[in-house]
DNA sequence: GACATAGTTTCGAAGTTATGCAATTATATA
DNA sequence: TATATAATTGCATAACTTCGAAACTATGTC
C-alpha cells in the first residue's frame, strides 16, 4: 500500500525541477530537438540532456533519432493536464495571497 | 518568465515525498489530528510534524487547534485533483510497461 | 579517414533534503 | 503549581540533487 506513495512521489520529483518544468512546457509546442531547448532556456547543452535523461528515464518523455538530431516529445498528454492543475493550484495561492495584503493596506 | 517554472516546481517538490504524499491522502478522507496521522503512518510524531510543517508553508494544508490538538486539513481540493493526475499518468505508465512484457513472454 | 555538429556520460564540488533524538512550547487538568 | 498529553523545533548526519567542465559517442560531409 505504501508503494503508491513512493511511486507517486517520484512522478512528482521528476517534475520538481526548475528546467525540467520549463522543459515539459517547451515540449507542450510540439517535438523539440536537444539544441532547441538548450537555445530557448538558455542552458548548457549538458545540463539540458542531463534532465532530458532524467524526464526519459520516468517515461515522461519520449525521443527519436533523425540523422543528426534528436527529437524529444512528451510521453503521455495527461502530464500537461497535471503541470495545468499545479499551475491552478499555484495561481490560487498567489491571488488568495494578493487578497489578503489588500486587506492589509486598508 | 522563468519564475513561474520556479515556483511550479515548487509545488511538485512539496509532493514529491512519499511520507507528504500519504499525508494528502490521508487528508483526503477529512481534517486529522497530528496523532492520527502519527498512528496511521507509523512513523515519528517529529518527522509527520516536520513534513506537515513543509505542507503548511506551500500553503497545501491548513491547521486549527482545538484544545490540545491541532487539526490539519487539505486547503485546496484542486491538489487533491492533481494528484489523481499524476496517479493516472502512473498508472497508465505501469500498464504500458505490462503490454510490452506480455509482448516478450510470446 | 579527417573533421564538424549533435548529444551523452563521467566526475567532483556545492547545495539541499530527510530523519531521529533530545529539548522545548502549548494546552488541559488535578 | 505540578503533571500529562499534543505538537514543534534545533541539531547532527547521511543521502540525494544540481551543475559545469571535460571526455566521449554517433552521425553526416568532404
Chains 1, 2 share one sequence.
Do not use: W
Not at 57 to 62: I, L, T
Amino acid at each position: 500500500m505504501k508503494e503508491i506513495f513512493k511511486l507517486q512521489a517520484d512522478v512528482c520529483k521528476t517534475m520538481a525541477n526548475p528546467v525540467r518544468m520549463e522543459i515539459i512546457y517547451a515540449l507542450k509546442e510540439g517535438e523539440k530537438t536537444v539544441t532547441e531547448l538548450v537555445e530557448e532556456a538558455g542552458l548548457t547543452k549538458s545540463n539540458i540532456s542531463q534532465h532530458l535523461s532524467v524526464l526519459k528515464g520516468s517515461e515522461m518523455v519520449r525521443s527519436r533519432r533523425e540523422g543528426q538530431n534528436i527529437y524529444y516529445s512528451i510521453a503521455n498528454p495527461k502530464i500537461i493536464e497535471a503541470c495545468r492543475l499545479m499551475r491552478e493550484v499555484l495561481t490560487e495561492q498567489l491571488s488568495e495571497r494578493q487578497k489578503i495584503m489588500a486587506k492589509i493596506e486598508d
